[in-house]
Structures are given as C-alpha cells and as structure tokens.
C-alpha cells in the first residue's frame, strides 16, 4: 500500500462547480426583497456559498491525506464494462421512449442491466422486458395512467 | 373525543373489507421488497405513487403503511439468511442472526425476529397513539420562527448523523436544497436554477430524486462491484419454534428495543441506524451470554430487530404532527400526503380524522397480519432470494423507468433519471450519505416559507428569529449535534494519545 493513496481531488471540485453553478443562477435574482428582507435570490445564494466553502473543506481533508472513506479501503474498484452497461440501460430510455414505445424499450434496458449482471440468454431477457413493459403499459392504462403510445412504430 | 373513540373510529375504517384488502397488499409488498435485496420501502412508495391517481388517500396510506412495516420483517428475514443488511436497519441483525443461521438457529433466529418485531411494533405504535395527538397539540403553538428554527434543526441533525463524516453530510443535505430551490420561487414567481428549461419550472420532483438514487444509483453500484461478492443463502435450520429458554432470553430484548427505538425514530436523525446499534450495544452489555456474543447470541437478534420497527413507527410522529420527514421513507409518504392536496400537521387531525385514525388503526391490523405472514409462511419469502441477481436488477431498473414515465411522461425527467443515478453512485462509492439530500430536497419548501414568512412578520428585523424561547432551544440542540461529536473525537483522540506519549 502507496504511503498516500490518490485521493478523489474530482469530488471536491464537483461539489465547488456545484456551487458555483448555484451562485451564477443567483446572480439573476434579488437577494433583498421588497417584501421581508429576503428575497428569491438569498437562498440560492446561501447554498452556492455553502457547497464552495464545503466543496473546499473536502478538499482540505483530503489534501491532510485524511481516510476518505473505510468503505473504499474496502473497495475492490469497479468493474467498467458491467458500469457502462448499466449506465447506458439508464440513459436509453430519456432517448428512445418516444420512438419506439414503452415495451421495447424496457425490452433493451432490461437486457442491457441483466447483461450487465452476467446473464447471457439474450433473448430470454428481451422477451422478459417485453412482457414487463406491456404488463406496465396495461396495467396503467387500466389504472387509468397514459404511459405514451404503445408501439408508435408500429402505429398504435 | 378523547384518543380511544377516535381509535376506535380508526378501526371503524380500517376493518372494512376493501381496507383490509388494501393493509394486505401493502403487507405483501412489503415483505416481498424487504425480502429482496436492492428495494427498500421508500422506493418501493414512489414506484406506487401513480395509484394515488385512482386509489382514495385512506386505502393507499394503508398500504404504504403496510409497505413501512412490512418491509422491516422482510429485511430481518434477509439480513439473517445470505447476511447481507439491505438496509442499515439490519446490519446488526445481520451480525448475530447469520451466525445462528450458520449454527443450525436459523428458525429462531427468524422467530424471534418477527415475534420482536410484532411486540415492538404493536408497543411503538400504542405509543404513537397516545403522543401524536398530544405532539400535534403542541405543533399549534409552533410560530414560523420556531419552525425555521425546527427545520435548521432537521437539517443538521440528518447531515450530522446519516454518514461517516459531517462535511459529507453536509455536501449531501446541500446538494438536496440545490435541487429543492429549482423552480418558480412560490412567493414572486421567479424562475429559480432554471437555466431556461422550461421542464424545470415545475422543480424537480422528490419521486424522480428518490427513483433515480435508490434505484438507478444503486443499480450502477452494485452492477459495478457485483463481480467481486458472492452472496450465499443458509438454509434454514432448527426447530421451526423457539425454545423455553429462547423465550425468556428474547423477551427483555424486545421491550428494551421498543424503549429506545420509538423516541430515536421520533427524533430527526435519529433514523434506523442509530437505535438498533444502541440496543445491540446494550443487549450485549447486559446480557449474562456475553461471549456468544458474535458467535450467534439472540439477545443481539432481539434487541435490534424490536429497536428497528419501533423506530419506523417513531417516524410516524413529527410526520403526520408537524409534517417533517425524518427518513427517506417519511419523505416520500410526504410526498404522497401531498399528491392529495394533503398538508400533515397539527391540521391534518382535525380536518381528516378518519385518514389519520384509520391510518393508525391500521398499523395494529397490519402489524398482526405480518406476524402471520411471516412466521408460518418464512419458507416462501425465502424463495424470493433465490430469484436470479440479473433479471431481478433488470427488473427494479424497467421498473424505476416506468415509474418516472408514469408520474411525468416527459423524456427531461428520464435524463434527469440517468444523471441523478450517475451522481447517487458517486455519493455512494465516496461515502456521501443519501438521506440528508432527500430532506434537504423535500423540506427547503417548508424552510424558506417559514422563514420569509418570519420576516415578513418581524418587519425584517432578523432579531425575530431568535426571540422565541421554542426556537432557541431549537438552534442550541441543532449546535449540539454540531459540536458534540466534535468534542467527543478530541476526548477521544486525546485518551489514546495520552499513553503513548507518557
């Protein structure tokens, strides 16, 4: 075991953009109202504030060579192919919903996370996902719920 | 009417048939889920939010509650048998109750965690109908003031105790007020972190935060790192009761776990960890079988199990009295509260007894269901278990989807669903606790009015604040949970340093 690990310098600076990001959108907003003596902008603000001055002290603890986290001595790092697949089986269906409907979409995020997981028998998993969201999509529209359409490319 | 009739009314409303279909389902799905590894109660809550659309309030809060419950029999059943904690509730059970499943125990270890829990639950719920009215009595003489005041509290109580370390509690809890002030501010109408996106006026919604960390977030995570653990089952060995000695080394445990777990549930922060751990710690201090202790004593099954189920129903009081989740899970039942156009609070008493008391009532009627559901029937959740890793995954993620989709129908939340996910797995990989986010997200609402409001009152003089006694004492505990732990890691560090360098 290295003396200093490398630590995660990346987490701080996320949290300080976070930050930053909250006291740019602030800077559009009063922050002494008219009414009582806040305005709309004085919470965003505080949070900007906030996240920069924590974002800095993580990076403080880190710098001091402090132990990020026992989780992560524990931690055997990850295992990238299975990490994209799953993150990919999330991002599918913000693209593709209203293209193909609900049932084959669930159809490819199922397959793609069980894959993810181990499992080889493809179509199996389709056919699962398939099931899952046409069950989901009837179910909903019983309980009186649009899940949009069904199969718009097939043009139902 | 004095607290019995109106319970009586309760069981009035949730002895009706179509009720006790609907405490049923909730005590099913809620094993079920407490069963499974990957799902907690809160999760599952939002995924069934869409049935607030064509369910009335008092039969879907029966169900939710059968879900709060019966997810905490569930998790006992799992933490004993492949000794992997589902949630932090159960990681003591886990320690002893895996052990004696090991040993061949297995069957009284899963006893004594359901009887425990009924015993405990049963317990923390009589107390929850003696102290919510009284408690919301009390809320009414709440000034805005004092509930800013009682927020901030919140807010740093969660951050402090939730996680390992309190920057990292804090970065989460402001993380959560971040995306709470998304949005068109309530009081002028301005679009707030916007950035143009006309899918953010609305804010982001609790359920989508809630899908995509639990679910998505924890998906990547354990998809991930799934490579390196392997998981196995214990069979489930033993007589299928407890033993005369069994009993009376159980008994004591409960009723103790019942005393600490209701008044920690009821505090902020106080949560499901916190309680479990104290009574193991005390299980073990009194017990006179301290060397079985980690071996597979049952004392340390008990106490923990008792002190976790009397803790949820501890959550209970400041949610349906002042209308502040402390946990995950009372978030999102005040997020369902509030898809009726339902505000909890001291109102929420007087102006819908029958939901609160039915809703009470239901509890006892649930708690007792669970207990036959889960003693004679334990072989069948079990089953459960053996569903296989990949597809049961897949399926919770198919599943988060169509939640979003059902809620929103809009691809923005979808997206959001992915990146929230991908921050969430951050958080867990770097030890960022999740919960004080959800407050943060869920109670900014409450905080930011109630201090405008305050204000606005004290013709902005920010004296206002801390004029009154109530709110005082508020900000001191909230600096207590500031600087306590504080003090006691410098005792601490200061008695282990003191030997070596005398």
Known sequence: MSERRRQPW????????????????????DISAQYAAI????????????????GVLLLVQMARGTAFDPELERDP????????????????????????????????????????????????????GFILGTAAWFLFSWLGLQLGTFLPLAGL | MDTL????????????????????????????????????PALTIALLLPVTVSVGPVSAFIMFAGILYGAMYGGSTTAILINTPGEAGS??????????????????????????????????????????????????ILTPADYFALTVMAFTSVSVVMGSSRVRGFISLFLGLA??????????????????????????????????????????????????????IT???????MTADEWRRSWKPWLRGAVIGFPMGAIPGGGSELPTMLSYTLEKHLSRHKDEFGKGAIEG????????????????????????????????????????????????????????????????????????????????WVRLLYIPKPQLYAGILVFAMIGIWGVSGSTFDLALMAGLGLVSYAMRVYGIPIAPMLIGLILVPLAETQLRTALAAGEGRFQVLFESPIALAFYIVAVLFLIVPWIMARLQSAAESRPSTG
Request: aromatic share 8%.
């Open chain 1, 10 to 29: 990346w987490v701080g600076l996320a949290v300080i953009l976070a930050g930053a990001v909250c006291l740019y959108a602030s800077s559009s907003l």
């Open chain 1, 39 to 54: 305005g709309p902008g004085f919470f965003v603000t505080a949070v900007g504030v906030g996240l920069v001055v924590l």
């Open chain 1, 77 to 128: 790092g990850m295992d990238k192919p299975a990490f994209f697949a799953v993150v990919v089986a999330a991002l599918l269906p913000a693209l593709v919903i209203e293209t193909v409907g609900l049932p084959i979409t669930a159809a490819l995020s199922f397959t793609l996370v069980s894959r993810a997981f181990g499992s080889l028998r493809i179509w199996t998993n389709l056919l699962i």
């Open chain 2, 5 to 40: 009739s109106l319970l009586l009314h309760g069981f009035q409303v949730a002895l009706q048939p179509v009720n006790l279909m609907w405490a049923l389902v909730g005590s099913l799905l809620g094993t079920a889920i407490g069963v499974l590894p990957g799902i907690g």
């Open chain 2, 91 to 140: 990681m003591m059970t886990a320690l002893e109750g895996n052990r004696m499943a090991r040993a061949g125990r297995g069957a009284a270890a899963l006893a004594t965690a359901a009887i425990g829990s009924f015993v405990a639950g049963t317990l923390a719920t009589m107390a929850l109908t003696f102290a919510a009215p009284a408690v919301a009595e009390l809320a009414f």
């Open chain 2, 179 to 232: 995306l709470g002030v998304v949005g068109i501010d309530a009081m002028t109408g301005q679009a707030r972190m916007t950035f143009s996106i006309p899918d953010l006026l609305d804010g982001i919604e609790l359920t989508v935060v809630l899908v995509s960390v639990f679910a998505v977030g924890e998906i990547i995570y354990v998809a991930s790192r799934n490579r390196y653990y392997q998981e196995e």
């Open chain 2, 235 to 241: 069979p489930i060995r033993g007589k299928a009761f």
């Open chain 2, 301 to 380: 099954v008990a106490g923990p199990e008792a002190a976790n189920n009397a803790a949820a129903a501890g959550v209970l009081v400041p949610l349906l009295t002042l209308g502040l989740p402390t946990s995950a899970t009372a978030a999102i039942l005040l997020v369902a509260f509030q898809n009726y156009g339902l505000q909890p609070g001291p109102f929420l008493f007087t102006s819908n007894p029958e939901l609160v008391w039915g809703l009470i009532a239901s509890l006892y009627v649930g708690n007792c269901m669970l207990l036959v559901l889960n003693l004679p029937l334990v072989g069948l």
